[in-house]
T-cell receptor, first 114, second 110 residues
């Protein structure tokens, strides 16, 4: 398996624009997680899905953020409108069985909002 | 109080020495404990998981768990420059999400 695949790897956008981050989890994994990492706050869980259903979105910072998982092999994280404080590295991860087993991370998307 | 606490470091150790990384957690019901390694500019990767009190060894790595004192540690024997990275402690409980600490940066000096 190629592992968790995220795209794009880097994204630079202007404030106010819509940003869409994409993730393909490992085949067979039933949990998918979206994390955000910054120097100040470390690794924060934004939302996670089980079998394509959002389970906990309490980490989503505000209504500008939304996430979907239309099928078992694809998820998106959308920010609309984007703001400079959204600049961070966004990781997608997947796991199998429970939300607290070993998680496999994608390579991340480095988002810069100018 | 943070749910998972780690000293941010940097922790500097000479090559060949033992590096000791510590993590404390607040939820006494926590059941699963993980150590992830993250190289600069890369994604976290799991290096150890531990679920029971005591020690778990894997090569040069030993994870130690003490649930009564609510701490988990990672020992790296014979530290190598390639071990220089940030080490993230993560704690989970039942079917709840895992919580990560902010990480300890380790520098192994040749």
């Amino acid at each position: 398996d190629a592992g968790v695949i995220q795209s794009p790897r880097h994204e630079v956008t202007e404030m106010g624009q819509e940003v869409t981050l994409r993730c393909k989890p490992i085949s067979g994994h039933d949990y998918l997680f979206w994390y955000r990492q910054t120097m100040m706050r470390g690794l924060e869980l934004l939302i996670y899905f089980n079998n394509n259903v959002p389970i906990d979105d309490s980490g989503m910072p505000e209504d500008r953020f939304s996430a979907k998982m239309p099928n078992a092999s694809f998820s998106t994280l959308k920010i609309q409108p984007s703001e400079p404080r959204d600049s961070a590295v966004y990781f997608c991860a997947s796991s199998f069985g429970t939300p607290n087993t070993e998680a496999f991370f994608g390579q991340g998307t480095r988002l810069t909002v100018v | 109080q943070k749910e998972v606490e780690q000293n941010s470091g940097p922790l500097s150790v000479p090559e060949g020495a033992i590096a000791s990384l510590n993590c404390t957690y607040s939820d006494r019901g926590s059941q699963s404990f993980f150590w992830y390694r993250q190289y600069s500019g890369k994604s976290p990767e799991l290096i150890m998981s531990i679920y029971s009190n005591g020690d778990k060894e894997d090569g040069r790595f030993t994870a130690q768990l003490n649930k009564a004192s609510q701490y988990v540690s990672l020992l790296i024997r014979d530290s190598q420059p390639s071990d220089s990275a940030t080490y993230l402690c993560a704690v989970g409980r039942g079917y709840q999400k895992v919580t990560f600490g902010t990480g300890t940066k380790l520098q192994v000096i040749p």
